[in-house]
Structure formats: structure tokens, C-alpha cells
């Protein structure tokens, strides 16, 4: 390793370069023309007068010296660099001189990484020495993250640590990369403002899900703001917090929404232990705090385990008289004998196969009078079980921390938050998450458009006809037949400028309608009438980072107001598509709202895979298309109006 811009100087930038260089395992060679020695190193001016070639560069040198020493070290047959620098106006130089030389670099403006299994530290700023050794690679665009990840003093220990910054050469699908082929990898925690190589990025999720190695991602500049604060902060645009979901689930990754969330998950996941069940089971000593328990439990979606009824009798059979075996538990009745009690309680949860991970909620504070009869419980329980175990805390502050470690030395994970840890319970209960298979290719691309475009894909379309005078208007709907929709093309948003009129029932009627909206413009289209059903909206857009995405929500006028939608990465399955709806706030419609008629579910569901391939075939030629609404009936589903955006030159 050299160390360019080495120093004697304490507390500078060089000097902690050198102190992070020494502290591990390779062979370091100081770089400063200013200095003969520094401390008992020999330093050299140059990297062309070392004695033997270096595998990493690290240049902590101002930008104006950058791209002549990211040249030299090219030049000494270094193999890799670390730049800290920003590299302002120099990213496509950097990215040129790295690729002449076939240069992996970490950087630009980064905190440089920790190869722990290697023991490598190349770093500008300190960190802890040793660092926590165990089975995380940890990736992370963020500087400050990564400080505070390597500093978290919670139950995991890495294998690698990367600050990669702005990434001009060498990206997280890279890094990824390399961790997937690290034996003692054994999850991996990415915390991500820019999507960048995003079908490599892709293809390594999708290796790391075949492996059963689990990805936890955290990524961040998701809301319109954070978009722009990313951009600023990155040069790149971040992709949108549904985007991002949308990415995980069809690649098989964990999606977290903050640092909490993403700490307790990693630390849960970092146990090794997995259960055999997809939800959760929770043990408590308070009522109240049960309560809240199933309040955030029910926001987040989080479910907890139908108990077999073996479960469910051995539970009452140790329970304080007045106390009911349920889920979640609340065992606090005498307080006798706590530690057996509630040892027995969780072992039994434990062992249910219906239970994915089980927790004991309490807020493990210090206890004056000494009783460790909680954490002995769940300690006696861990030495008895290879399932997951979780002590689920509410305020991170009044945990005691000796036995917090106590626990973490037995593999039972401290989640430091009801939220936080009953998401992390949820992920973990989940995993391993299904990677989305392709569908079968559907009918291909087409230079059709419109109604024509959505009908080549199979997709139910009302009889339209277009017309551009009083005639032709009348002409079109004598074909479609009576009673028929006007609608004007000079708009996006039709309803909104009065371009619409539906429900035409005659000719006299439909000359008059035709007067009123031709008055923005002549063009106009007509249309059968769609039985009446719920008005979904399907179709898709194109994410500058992502590409393709399709997007279900609850159409008609009320698309923006209700802002219900799901969004998913083509193609899609047919279970990805019940998946999406699912989700929806109008699904309760679908099966008949009071009163009303239950529609045909499974023709929408041929809508939305038909326009997943659509996404697939033409995002080349489209930016976005919609067709909204389709309507839903007990009849099927059927198009009755569609946009399409051509794509920007």
C-alpha cells in the first residue's frame, strides 16, 4: 500500500492515513516529497521511487494534484486507488485514467473501505481498531453512515466496510460483487443514494437471493426534496422510494426506510438463526406495552403467528390463573418465578412452526435490585434453539448496555425499538424474499398505437372510432352504436378542461355534445360505452435509473387525489400482479362493496402482465404508457381511454 500525501503533522488528514495504513496487515510505503522520514518510515517523493509495485493507492492529495498522482500510481502498476477528494470537474478524467490502466477505484469523496478478512485499512479518517469482526459487507454512499455503522456497538461485525462516494469507477454492483464471493459473507447491508449499473446491480441481487445470502437495503433521496439533495450532493438522480421498492421485491432484496429500521434488521439478520414460519410471535410484561406493540405491528403490516393448538396448550399450562395463551402474550400475573415462566413461554413460541422469530418485549432497563431473570430466560432459551430470538426494547437509552452485550453474546438480538424492530422482525419472518421469474414472452413489439397498441397486446379495448367533423362524428357513433363517450384529444386531462361527455344516448344529443367540445379542438373520439365497474388505471413509465416500471393505482378522475398505486419492475408474473393489487385501498371494491357486484379479478390481472411486457417491447419507443380507466366489471376488464408519451430525443 502507498499512503500519497503522507504526513507528520498530528491530527492532519496524512497523518491519520498513515496511522489507519499501519494498523493493518499490508506492507505501506509513504508518498511526500516534502519529507525524508516520517516518524521511523522511510518516505519516499515519489511513487516511481518505491522498490516494488503497489496493489492500492491512497491519494489524499487536493484535487489539483489528483488526476498527475491517480496517473502515477497507474504508471507503478498500481492496481487500485482510493481518491477522497471530491474530484470536481475531473470525474471524467479520473473515470479515463482508470480505465486506461484497468484501475479499480474506490471514490471519489469517499472515507476509503475495511477489508477486516483481509485485514487492509485504507481510510483517511480514524475508525474503531480493531474493527468487529463477523459475517457483514457493508456498502454505503454515505461518509457519515458509514462512521456510524462501524461505531453502532450492536451484535454484528463486518467482513468489508466500503465508503464508496460518488463512485466514478468501481460501484456497488462491483462491490457486491466481490462480497458474493467471499465465503464468510454471509448478509449484506447496501445503503444507497444513486442507482448506478443498474441491470449489474440487478443481476447480483438476483445472485445473492439464488445464494440465500440476504441484501438489506436502505436507500435514501426517495421524496421529491431528497431527490434534489441527492442530485446535488451526487451528480446523480436517485430513483424514487417506490422505485426502489419496486426493485428490491422483484429482486429478491430486503427494503428498510431508515437507519433504525436498517440497523435492527442488519443486527437480527447477522444472527445466523432462522425460523420456519412467516410471522411473528412476541412475549411481554405489560399490557399496555402489549398493546402498542399490536398498534405498530398493524401499521406496518406485520403479522403475528396463528399458534398450533399444541403451542397454544403448553403456553397455558405454565400461565398465572386470569392470563390467556395468545399472540402477542402478556405473562405478567404473580411475578413468580419470571425466570422459568417466561423461558417456557418463548420456548414454546419458538418452537411453533407457524413462528418465524419471537422476541421478548421489554424494555431491558438496569434493575436495581439485580435480576437478570429476563435475560437469563432468553439466554436459557437461545442455548436450547437455533430459532431466531429477538429482545424487542421501546426506548433505546434505558437500555442497560452489559446486559444487552450479555445477550448479544449468545446470539439473541437487541432490537432498540418497537418500530424499528418489529419491521426487522417482519423482513426476517419474510425472508428469503421470491425473486420475480419472467413470464412467457408476450406478442412482441408493434408500431401500433393507441387502442390499436393496447388490443396487439391482448388487452380488452371499447369500439372507438376517431373523428374530426360534425359527420364523421356521427358516422362514428352510428358504428359503435348508441349510447356512446365523446371525448376531445386537444388534452391530457380531459375532464378537467369539460373534453368529455359520456352516456350519449342519440344523434341530436351527440351534434350538441360535439358543438361543446369541439371548441378545443375538432379532433374528438368516439366511444362505446364500458359497462359500469371500478376504474383502475394500468400502465407504465420509464425511470431514468431504473427503467421501465408499471404502475396499477385507482384510476378514472381521482388517480393524483387518491395517489393509490403500487408499482412493480417488468415483466410481471400473475401472482406479482394479484400481489399489486393487493395492496391497493380500492381492493375491497373488487370483491363487491356494499352491495355491490364482485368483479373479475383475473382479467385485470391479464391487463397489467400484458402491460408489463409492453414495458418490456417498447420502452425503447415510449416514455410512458397509460390506460386509464380500465374499467372492471363482473363482464372482464376493458380500456376506455389510453395515453402514450413518445420517447425524448
Known sequence: ?????????????????????????????????RYDRIGDRICAPSLADLDEPVDLALLGVPDAALLDQLRAAAAAGARSAVLFGAAHGLRDDVRAVAASAGMAVCGAGCMGFVNVAAGVRALGYLEPDPLPAGPISLVTHSGSAFSTLLRANRGFGFRLAVSSGQELVTDTADYLDHALSDDGTRVIALLMETPRAVPRLRAALVRAADAGIPVIVLAIGGSPRGRAMVAA?????????????????????????DMAEFVD?????????????????????????RALTVDVAHELGVDFAA????????????????????????????????RNLFGACLRAMADDPTVGVTALAVDLVTEFDGDTAYADAVVDVAKQTGAPLAV???????????????LRDHGVAVLEGVRSGLAAMGHLAAWPLPVETSPTIGPGPTTATGFDLLAHYGIPVVPTRTAADLNAVCSAAAQVGYPVALKTTAAEHK???????????????LRQAYRDVAQLGPVVTVSAMAPPGVEVSVGYVCDA??????????????IELLADRAIACPPLTRDRARDMLATLRIRPLFDGWRGGPAVDVESLVDVIVAVGQMAVDLADRYDAVEANPVIVSPAGAVAVDVLTVQKST
Open 307 to 338: 399458534l398450533t393448538p399444541a403451542t397454544v396448550a403448553a403456553i397455558a399450562d405454565v400461565l398465572d390463573d386470569g392470563l390467556h395463551p395468545t399472540n402477542p402474550l402478556d405473562v405478567w400475573g404473580t411475578g413468580a418465578d419470571t
Open 1 to 33: 500500500m502507498a499512503v500519497v500525501g503522507a504526513s507528520p503533522r498530528p491530527d492532519s488528514f496524512g497523518a491519520r492515513m498513515v496511522i489507519e495504513a499501519g494498523r493493518g496487515s499490508a506492507r505501506v510505503h509513504l508518498v511526500n516529497p
Open 233 to 257: 450532493h451526487s451528480g446523480a438522480l436517485a430513483g424514487s422510494s417506490d422505485a426502489w421498492r419496486a426493485f428490491c421485491t422483484a429482486t429478491g432484496a430486503v427494503h428498510v426506510t
Open 265 to 289: 434488521t442488519i443486527e437480527l439478520f447477522a444472527t445466523g438463526r432462522r425460523g420456519r414460519g412467516s410471522a411473528v410471535a412476541t412475549v411481554h410484561d405489560s399490557g399496555a406495552e
Open 392 to 406: 424487542l426494547t421501546s426506548v433505546p437509552s434505558a437500555i442497560d448496555r452489559p446486559t444487552a452485550q450479555r
Open 495 to 509: 375532464s378537467d378542461v369539460g373534453g368529455v361527455r359520456l352516456g350519449i344516448g342519440d344523434e341530436d344529443e
Open 545 to 558: 435509473a431504473f427503467g421501465p416500471l408499471v404502475v396499477v393505482a385507482a384510476g378514472g378522475t381521482l
